[in-house]
């Protein structure tokens, strides 16, 4: 396990936007309690509460990962209007004490849906 310092930084905050995420018409999350997680040089990443995602349009995946400072990735796959999205979303259930915060919370590839920003409410 790894800590976040000055060589390689970890942020969350939330956001106060709304964000909205999407597979054709079909909207899989939806919500104003985003968490934005900035790590080091890499893109920001939008972490949604579990319960503003559409679950029943999930399917878990037996992949995998281990990041050292966020701790073992599980992933899950999206399944609706007929389309099979593998591996599009991953999550930190129990994640390393340092970013406690995303636990549970889902975040999605965003090459694999469509990702939106929008005003908040």
Known sequence: MK??????PITITPNRK????????TV???TTRALTLKEATYPAVQYIPRGDASMADLVRSGRVTHCPYKGDAN????KTD???IADSI??????YPAMAEIAGY????PDKVA??????D
Request: charged share 20%; hydrophobic share 30%; no cysteine.
């Open 82 to 84: 007929g389309q099979f």
């Open 106 to 109: 889902l975040a999605f590839y």
């Open 75 to 78: 992933y899950y796959s999206i």
């Open 90 to 95: 991953w999550t930190y259930e129990t994640p």
């Open 3 to 8: 800590t976040p310092g000055p060589d390689h």
């Open 115 to 120: 990702i939106e920003e929008l005003p908040g």
């Open 28 to 30: 899989i999350a939806d």
């Open 18 to 25: 709304r964000i909205r995420v999407s597979v054709g018409q």
